[in-house]
């Protein structure tokens, strides 16, 4: 059998020379210091392509160089082994793991052998050795083996202490009653490159032979964390695979494993449609096979209906329109999308067979398999759909699939998002063969417009809501009884009022509506209106927000036209009518920022910098006296938030880049002000001779995670001739006061109530001496004080100050200032007790509001961030890499590092991920502290739509143990937080 190094093919594009000659530079020193260099020097002798190849990849993923390079032998011998036979040989290795009966050996063994397929599968793939059908049902084998070993060693290991008895020792899962299915990619056998593994853990209480039958529960909830621990946790040799038990009936209040009767229980009587849909790729994957198997044959009428089921395919779809179907009339954007939730991508084509197989698979077995691939070429044997869509929606899933390996094996990271960064859109793009970005963007925008367009063409057979919801008349001024009837069936509690206010419009009571053209445009959108809507929690709220916006409307032709061919756009109204009332407000004040809206690129990359300064300029270009400019800052600056929010409602920016476009936007407005201020300020007092300042954001703009509620901490520096200090004008102000009194002006220009309101809420606070400080500061006494006498707190919020407006020469000096500071030797015990009173300072002054007051809670973004400053303030001196102003920067770079120990990091980072894409939301749409009780049902579902979660109670459940995990990382990180701060 042939070798993989004979197999490979180059198809991997080369790097930059640089990069290549790095790699080859990096791979010989290794390979010389292992004493491999005659090995590898016949292999690459042999095969004229591999040295190139693997320089390719390399240079492309660190992952695979250092899974390589961390055992040159072992990487050797899988290049000169026939691939299926070594893979077949790891997984014979895998089976026999647990007859050690040692956990360590076992885990490192189960860890030994991850590295080993990841490395044997990513060389695979890349060069084009194995399709990518092969691939995924590897890995899928892999962990099929990896969870079976698992359970047997844990079940052996019962059996040895007398908690069970096993019907055959040397098969501990036969018969066990032990049953854990896997969903997802592992139940369809369609692992992904970095997958997480999704799995129900069962038993079944009359299989089990447990010793305490009073505790058999309580048993296999204990076995199951054993479970999750030996695949999951991270140790020096790595980690098997991140385990997730939340697709179990009821995450948030069932414990992690069930009994079969109370699973049952659930699903007849509970049991949702998504959980349908997501049932159809079940499979059992560990423990008793059989067991699983009967269980899951035993659901079969709950998955699979015997009538043809369209009525639940509106529940299944509305998953993925909740997702993103109000974008429906938007291009494709390839920078920062997701291949797998983004519009065009993986899980569209995955509901585009999943929903056929719902309609038609309770009357036809044929329709019941769980892969995408294999029930395309079913569904058009069986007439459902044609040859061509097969084809091409297959062609699309590959390239999908393959583009998300790259995307995971650059740094082993369970990713779906392409980056944002060009750079690093390049190397996904050589990894999937394309030498330009260009050519990859093209090839993949063409595949995702192919997927969104058979997507909709599914549905669009659909009977309109509209044809079957009963009477809608509102013509004449009589109310119609059955109007008033079908609006009551609809969700609306004030019918008659609703009737009332469509019939004005219809008789041209705005000025949108006098038109006739209006009017029939309305005329035809009206039914469509009222059942977008009715869908919302609270219908009567999102029509009265939608009626304000029309009587501000000054003309109605174009907006209505617009709804009536974008559905979609429709339902991003709807949704922020309903969920999100800072963005309501918006647009019923200023009707136009929906034109935006307009241009079919709104929905892809966000603008960059530039653009928006170019804007904003052309906006003040004509302003004559400053209070005009402070109104035009305020209408330009709420009008770009407003697109901002948007973005993050309809979910196509992330949270990060939301906060990056926040503070973006904020930093542009504050430098025209400055400048507008300033100007005028001259202009009554002069100027001080060499008078420089520096405006130098802190907080959330200094970090550049600002939500659309984040109020600015700023602090203004100067510095000027102290030889002559009065300044110049006719009314002349010595230089402290000249000073002082421009900071004023501009701390109004920002916050003061125009006819426009307020641009943003402005604290000065973190200045030296905070309130009792002179609100301006020189820029030696700033020095002196940061280097002589702050208090570690205030170290902590100097992590995040960045100048961002004002003379050049002095920002700069403000940077050397801070960089000095923070790179100063400090004690760790030090720095740990101030921080964990600090922590306990603000648990006592500013207690949180529960698990969803995300800043405050234990375990929340304070301990996060408390983690991030500790470790630039303990270690900036020795790392300087890690002194960044944002978070998740600071973090990473500890983590690389090795700072911040990877299981920390495992933690830290997906729920800092997590906290953010909650607060962006929940800024848009909760004016004060979030109650779950209080607020829409929309807004709990689009919550857990950010989390990637399929309800709020499963995201309620998460985010509490998620907020456990944080504060259990901060105190190993930190230390435990005291009861009350030390006096």
Request: glycine share 6%; charged share 25%; proline share 5%.
């Amino acid at each position: 059998m042939a070798s993989l190094a004979s197999l490979i093919r180059p198809l991997v594009a080369p790097p930059k020379a640089m990069a290549r000659k790095a790699a080859l530079r990096d791979l010989a020193e290794a390979v010389k210091s292992a004493d491999c260099s005659e090995i590898w020097s016949a292999l690459t002798d042999a095969h004229a392509d591999l040295a190139s190849f693997t320089a390719s990849v390399f240079a492309a993923s660190p992952f695979l160089k250092d899974t390589a390079l961390a055992d040159i032998s072992r990487w050797l011998e899988i290049l000169a082994a026939p691939p299926a036979a070594r893979f077949e040989r790891i997984l014979a290795r895998v089976g026999e793991l647990w007859r050690s009966g040692e956990e360590a050996i076992l885990m490192a063994g189960l860890r030994h052998a991850r590295a080993e397929v990841a490395l044997l599968v990513g060389l695979a793939d890349l060069g084009g050795v194995w399709s990518v059908e092969d691939v995924t049902r590897r890995l899928t084998e892999f962990a099929d083996a990896a969870i079976d070993a698992s359970a047997s060693f844990l079940l052996a290991d019962a059996a040895a202490a007398g908690a069970l008895t096993l019907a055959d020792p040397d098969a501990p899962c036969r018969d066990s009653g032990w049953i854990i299915i896997g969903m997802g990619k592992l139940g369809a056998a369609e692992l992904n490159y970095s997958s997480d593994i999704d799995l129900i853990v069962l038993f079944d209480p009359e299989r089990a032979r447990v010793a305490d039958r009073d505790e058999i529960g309580t048993f296999f909830v204990r076995l199951t964390r054993r479970l999750v621990k030996l695949l999951q946790e991270r140790t020096g040799d790595g980690y098997v695979f991140r385990t997730d038990l939340r697709l179990r009936p009821d995450p948030g209040s069932t414990p992690l494993a069930l009994s079969t009767p109370a699973a049952f229980q659930y699903y007849e009587s509970s049991g949702q449609n998504w959980e349908r849909a997501a049932m159809i790729k079940a499979r059992p994957v560990g423990g008793d096979i059989a067991a699983g198997a009967t269980f899951l044959g035993e659901l079969t009428p709950f998955v699979w209906r015997k009538y043809l089921d369209f009525a639940a395919i509106a529940d299944i779809h509305s998953i993925k329109r909740q997702i993103h179907d109000h974008r429906g009339h938007e291009s494709v954007a390839i920078a920062g999308h997701n291949i797998k939730l983004g519009r065009g991508g993986i899980r569209e084509i995955e509901f585009f067979v999943q929903t056929q197989q719902l309609i038609a698979g309770g009357r036809d077995p044929d329709l019941r398999g769980r892969s995408t691939i294999e029930m395309l070429d079913t569904l058009v044997a069986k007439g459902w759909i044609e040859p061509e869509a097969a084809t091409d929606l297959a062609r699309c899933y590959r390239l999908l699939r393959q583009v998300e390996h790259r995307l995971q094996m650059i740094a082993d990271q369970q990713t779906h998002t392409l980056p944002a960064d060009d750079d690093a859109l390049d190397t996904v793009a050589r990894l999937s063969g394309f030498r330009t970005v260009k050519a990859f963007s093209a090839a993949l925008r063409a595949a995702m417009e192919t997927v969104r367009d058979y997507y909709i063409r599914l549905f669009e057979t659909a009977p309109p809501l509209s044809a079957s919801i009963g009477s809608l008349v509102f013509t004449g001024d009589d109310e119609d009884p059955e109007t008033v009837s079908t609006l009551g069936e609809l969700g609306y509690t004030n019918p008659r009022e609703v009737s009332r206010t469509v019939r004005g419009w219809h008789f041209g009571r705005y000025p949108a509506m006098r038109s006739a053209a209006a009017r029939e445009r309305l005329t035809e959108i009206t039914p469509a209106l009222l059942e977008a809507f009715a869908t919302s929690d609270n219908a009567d709220a999102a029509f009265n927000a939608f009626d304000r916006l029309l009587a501000r409307l000054p003309a109605g032709v174009q907006l209505f036209a617009l709804l009536s061919s974008n559905p979609g756009l429709l339902n991003l109204i709807t949704l922020v009518m309903g969920t999100a009332p800072r963005l309501a407000d918006i647009v019923t004040a200023r009707p136009h920022v929906l034109d935006a809206l307009l241009d079919p690129a709104f929905f892809g990359r966000l603008p960059d910098r530039a653009t928006i300064a170019t804007r904003l300029d052309a906006m003040l270009d004509d302003a004559a006296a400053l209070e005009e400019v402070l109104d035009r800052i305020r209408i330009f600056g709420k009008e770009q938030a407003f697109l901002i929010g948007i973005r993050v409602i309809a979910g196509t920016v992330g949270a990060r880049a939301a906060g990056f476009a926040y503070a973006d936007l904020a930093e542009l407005l504050l430098a025209r002000l400055l400048d507008h201020v300033r100007a005028a300020f001259e202009a009554s007092y002069g100027r001080v001779k060499d008078g420089r300042i520096a405006l130098v954001a802190m907080g959330k703009l200094g970090g550049r995670e600002m939500t659309a509620a984040s109020d600015l901490d700023l602090l203004l520096l100067y510095d000027f001739d102290e030889s002559e200090p009065a300044s110049s004008g006719e009314k002349p102000l010595m230089g402290s006061q000249y000073f002082a009194r421009l900071t004023q002006r501009l701390i109004a220009a920002i916050s003061a109530p125009t006819a426009e309101g307020a641009l943003y809420e402005v604290d000065f606070r973190l200045r030296p001496s905070g309130n009792a400080g002179p609100l301006a500061t020189h820029i030696g006494a700033f020095k002196d004080y940061q280097t002589k006498s702050a208090w570690t707190w205030e170290h902590m919020a100097l992590t995040r100050a960045r100048p961002i407006a004002g003379d050049a020469s002095l920002m700069h000096e403000a940077s050397a200032v801070v960089a000095e500071v923070l790179a100063q030797p400090r004690a760790a015990k030090k720095i740990a007790a101030d921080v964990l009173d600090m922590r306990a300072l603000l648990e006592s002054e500013k207690p949180a509001e529960g698990p969803w007051d995300l800043k405050q809670a234990p375990g929340g973004l304070i301990d996060i961030e408390f983690v991030a400053q500790y470790l630039q303030l303990v270690h900036g001196a020795a790392h300087p890499a890690i002194l960044d102003t944002e978070t998740e920067t600071v973090l990473a770079a500890a983590s690389r590092a090795g700072l911040l120990p990877p299981a920390e990091a495992e933690v830290l980072l997906p729920s800092l991920r997590l906290f953010q894409r909650l607060t962006q939301i929940l800024r848009l749409s909760v004016g004060g502290a979030f109650s779950a009780d209080a607020v829409p049902k929309g807004l709990l579902a689009l919550l857990a739509r950010a989390a990637e979660l399929p309800d709020f109670a499963t995201l309620d459940a998460h985010l509490r143990a998620t907020e456990a995990d944080v504060r259990a990382a901060f105190v190993r990180i930190i230390g435990k937080v005291p009861p009350k701060p030390r006096a």
